[in-house]
């Protein structure tokens, strides 16, 4: 919709069921010639140990967006944003939706992909009240991340937000 490319992986095996996953997203407005992640940009992490195994992965400007009700990073790091991603989806729907919330923070605060152009893509992609709860937590997402960047235009303090 963009026009830029993307890849994704995903790393679940015998993990699926409640435990660690992985996925990995490569956004470029040119050719991917490599489809894995070696030093990421973003790091979302909703876990301790998603948080723990990523974190030296990090690129050295990289970005992390972390969950404080269950990632602990240490006092001062750069680049780290707080947002109960858990809870809020918790809230809404069930804990399932706290990839949605995720994803509008991102596109907030990041602007891989347009709001608008995630949205038709959800719409497109489910349908009654999956897409319901998808849309409420992606919607709520995009208003937990405005005022954070309105707080943080640089992006450089670490702050927790509800």
Do not use: W
Request: charged share 20%.
């Amino acid at each position: 919709m963009q026009g830029l490319n993307a890849v994704q992986s995903q790393s679940y095996g015998a993990r699926a069921r409640g435990g660690f996953s992985q996925s990995e997203v490569l956004i470029s407005n040119g050719e991917i010639l490599f489809p894995l992640v070696e030093h990421p940009d973003l790091l979302v992490a909703l876990t301790g140990e998603a948080y723990n195994l990523n974190r030296p992965l990090l690129a050295p400007d990289g970005v992390v967006v972390y969950d404080p009700d269950t990632v602990k990073p240490e006092a001062g790091q750069k680049g780290h944003y707080g947002f109960r991603m858990s809870q809020v989806a918790d809230e809404l729907c069930h804990g399932r939706g706290v990839v949605l919330v995720a994803l509008g923070i991102i596109a907030v605060l990041f602007k891989p992909v347009e709001p608008e152009n995630i949205r038709t893509v959800i719409n497109q992609n489910f349908s009654g009240a999956v897409l319901q709860d998808n849309c409420l937590c992606f919607d709520r997402g995009l208003r937990m991340a405005e005022p954070f960047l309105a707080e943080h235009p640089a992006g450089k303090n670490s702050k927790d937000h509800p």
